[in-house]
């Protein structure tokens, strides 16, 4: 059987994750398949690189990981984003909520098999925690 690009990888198929940081290596294997769907649908590689750093900074920021982050998480991110001596225009604060968004329905997308996954490991499931913004 061919693999499909962003699939749960083998060596979590098995539903055993490990005792060593579990939670760090399931989200660092989400981010590796994002990678690699995103690449299978042709985005250039600096977009890719953009887009998972702004995803690792989002769980950085909200101390949490895809199957337990809350809507809150999203809004306190792009809040801090837009204030502060760095602040981020209004249209960047956009891309970076899009970003969020496509990472949450790559997650929440049953073909590539994370939420069965994080329900039997981690008793919870990623949601879409990003809306469309006006």
Known sequence: MQSVPGRLPEFLANGVVGLLRPEDRVFEAMLDGWRAQMLAR????????????????FQEHS????????????????????????????STLRANAGTIRAFCYYV????????????????DVPAQVEAPRV
């Open 42 to 57: 042709g985005l250039g590689v600096p977009f890719i690189r953009s887009s998972c750093s702004l995803v690792a900074r």
């Open 63 to 90: 101390n949490e990981y895809p199957w337990t982050w809350q809507p809150i998480h999203v809004d306190e991110f792009l809040a801090d984003r837009r204030t502060g001596p760095k602040a981020v225009s209004v």
């Open 108 to 123: 929440t997308d049953e073909r590539y098999g994370w939420a069965t996954f994080c329900s039997k490991a981690f008793d």
